[in-house]
C-alpha cells in the first residue's frame, strides 16, 4: 500500500453537461484544474445528501450538476448501470465531436466547407446525447413507470481478512467503512492514482486516457470544459498532485453498483495559460496550491480495484 493513503486515518486523513460547462474562477487562484472548482457527478443515491465530515473535510459543498434528480433516489443505481451500458456509445459520440473539431480547424477557420462539416457533426453529437439521455430515462423508470428501487442492503460485507484487521488496528479502525462495503489497501492505491491520473489526462486535453477513468456523466463533463478551454484560447498547465491527506467518507452498495466517498486534500500546480502567448492567465506556474475535495468512485459490484471510474467531485 502507498504510504501517503495510510493517512486515511491514524493521521487524519464534479447533469451530464451536454451542452456547456461553466467555470466558477476567484481572484486568488486559478480554477484549471478538473471540475474547475465546481461540485458536479452522481454518488447514487446519496448524490443530494452530505457526505460524513472528515477530519480531511468538515463539510462539503452540494452537487451542483447531477444526472440524479432529487426526489428520486431509487434510481441511482440504475443511473450508474444504464450509464455504464451506454457508455462506449457516449464516449464515442463525444470523442467524434472532438475529431469533428479537429477538422474543421484542418480547412481553416471561417472556410465555407469547415463551417458546413462542424454545424453537421456538432449537430449529430448532439442529437446522439440526447437520445441517449432519453434511453437512460427511460430504462430508469422500469417497465411499470415507476422508478426500481435501490438495495441499499445488497449483502453483508466479507469477514475482514488478516491484513485488514492489521490495517484497522494500525489506523484506529477508520480503514474499514460501514457494513455494506470493505475498502482495502488496493482500494486505496486506485484511488491515488485516479487522482493523478485524472489531472494528467485533464491537463493534457487526452480524452481518450480520461475515457476508462471516469463514468460516461464525468466523461461529458470534462469534454465541455475541455472543448470550452479550446474555444478560449487557453490550456490547462497542471501539475501531478502530492496526496497530503485523506479519509475515507463513507463506502457502501446499491443494488448491482459500488460507492466510495474520499475527502483528499493535495497540492497541484494549478495554472490556466493562453495558447498564443504563453501568458498565465490564471494561478501561477510556479507556486502549487492546495485543494480539498471530496470525490466519490463507482464501480460494478463484486468488481476488483481496477474497476473503480471517478463519478462525482465536490469541493470541500
Known sequence: MNTRFKLFSGKALAVIAVLGAGAMVTADFAEARSGRGNSVGSRGSKTHSAPPATST??????????????????????????????????????????????????????????????????????????????????????????????????????????????????????????????????DYNAFERLLKEVQLGYANADIQALEHRLTPEMLSQFAN??????????????????????????????????????????????????????RVIEGSTTEPQQVTELWTFYRPSGADASKWELSAIQQA
Open 57 to 186: 473535510a468538515p463539510s462539503a459543498q452540494p452537487i451542483q450538476k447531477s444526472i440524479t434528480q432529487p426526489g428520486r433516489p431509487g434510481a441511482a443505481a440504475a443511473t450508474a448501470q444504464q450509464a455504464s451500458r451506454g457508455g462506449s456509445m457516449m464516449r464515442n459520440l463525444l470523442l467524434g465531436g472532438l475529431i469533428g473539431a479537429g477538422l474543421a480547424s484542418l480547412f481553416g477557420m471561417g472556410g465555407g466547407l469547415a463551417a458546413v462539416l462542424g454545424f453537421v457533426l456538432q449537430g449529430l453529437m448532439i442529437a446522439g446525447l440526447v437520445m441517449l439521455a432519453i434511453m437512460l430515462f427511460r430504462r430508469m423508470r422500469g417497465g411499470s413507470g415507476q422508478p426500481a428501487m435501490a438495495s441499499a442492503t445488497a449483502g453483508a460485507a466479507a469477514p475482514p481478512t488478516p491484513q485488514q484487521n492489521a490495517y484497522r488496528a494500525s489506523t484506529g479502525g477508520m480503514g474499514v467503512t460501514a457494513p455494506e462495503l470493505v475498502i482495502g489497501g488496493d
Open 225 to 278: 470544459e475541455l472543448e470550452e478551454n479550446k474555444r478560449r484560447g487557453v490550456s490547462n498547465d497542471l501539475s501531478e498532485p502530492n496526496l497530503l491527506q485523506g479519509d475515507l467518507a463513507e463506502a457502501w452498495r446499491e443494488g448491482s453498483s459500488e460507492y466510495a466517498t474520499v475527502a483528499m486534500r493535495y497540492e497541484l500546480i494549478d495554472a490556466l495559460i493562453e495558447v498564443k502567448s504563453g
